[in-house]
């Protein structure tokens, strides 16, 4: 059984529309703690990492907000990588998906201290590779396996030591629909594997997920999956920042989860762009949390 220690961000400065900084309230009301302890699991809630309000701050020059959201993510790799030294699972609760820039490079960090590497699974209807010169526009949470990779903004992209947090052959996306012309070159340029959900449609969630377990496997030593909440279809999760039809069923989803937890190989978890501004009576966190059940442990016989 895991050690989890819940990590709230109410981050919503990478994304245009509001909403996502209450994501972290609403998986909490939809008892995801109580949830993760009924499967045996020790689970702390850590409380929330401080997040500067939108409307007291000044509009940076350039990108949006990118030294502060920056210097967010910097709080969170410190105590991610805090609580992988300290023997414990990170379950980071977003906020926009901008916070991964920093939750998967303080893993990155702890598990470099051990002369070992990390895997990433990314699960998403957008593949977030966008640089602050690529970008249409302008939202820091399109770029964040970007600078994960050592590109873009040169003090986002170095929040890892030793940075870049994640070599190309150790990250693949899964279930993206939704990526522009910049994104396009830089999955190329990047050397990034995508499988798109045309990949899934024809070959199979099952069939898809085994390759890229495989593949972000050979040579580290833990998964960080980083699940955004859109990557699942918005009939099932309409609450989410950026919706985008064609996503993963709820069954493919449940799949996914089940799947990753079999590996025995995660070490962190980010659950993000869970908006309930959007929402239907908190449907999408009520899915969020049963999608953690799945991912640690719970089965259906
Ligand atoms: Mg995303
Ligand atoms: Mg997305």
């Known amino acids: ?57 000044r509009l940076e020059r350039g990108i949006d907000f990118l030294p502060t959201i920056t210097g967010v993510c910097r709080d969170i790799a410190q105590r991610t990588a805090a609580l992988v030294r300290n023997g414990q699972l990170p379950l980071v609760l977003g906020g926009d998906h901008s916070l991964a820039a920093g939750s998967v490079a303080g893993v990155a960090t702890a598990l ?23 970008t249409r526009s302008g939202n820091v949470h399109g770029m964040p396996v970007a600078h994960l990779l050592g590109h873009g ?25 939704d990526l522009d012309q910049g994104e396009r070159a830089n999955a190329r340029e990047f050397g990034v594997t995508i499988y798109t959900m045309r990949d899934v449609d024809e070959r199979g969630l099952r069939a898809v997920l085994g390759e890229a377990i495989d593949r972000v496997s050979d040579g580290t030593a833990g998964l960080h ?52 501004v959007l929402d239907e009576v908190n449907h999408t966190a009520e899915l969020a949390v049963g999608l953690m059940a799945s991912a640690f442990g719970q089965r259906i016989l």
Do not use: C, K, Y
């Open 112 to 134: 470099a201290e051990r002369q070992q590497r990390l895997g990433l699974i990314w699960l998403d209807a957008h593949a977030d590779l966008n640089t602050p010169t690529s």
């Open 153 to 177: 903004d040169r003090d986002m992209a170095s929040l890892a030591q030793p940075a870049p947090a994640i070599r190309p052959e150790h990250v693949v996306i899964i279930g993206a629909r």
């Open 1 to 57: 059984m895991a050690s989890i220690a819940l990590l709230g961000v109410p981050l919503d400065l990478g994304a245009s529309r509001r909403g996502v900084e209450m994501g972290p309230s609403a998986v909490r009301l939809a008892r995801l703690a109580s949830r993760l302890e009924q499967l045996g699991h020790t689970v702390v809630d850590t409380g929330d990492v401080p997040v500067p309000t939108r409307e007291t701050l």
């Open 225 to 276: 999956v980083s699940l955004d909440l859109d990557f699942v279809d918005p009939r099932e999760a309409p609450g989410v920042g950026t919706p985008v039809r064609g996503g993963a069923t709820f069954r493919e989803a449940h799949l996914a989860m089940e799947t990753l937890w079999d590996t025995g190989r995660v070490v962190a978890m980010d659950l993000v762009e869970v908006n309930p």
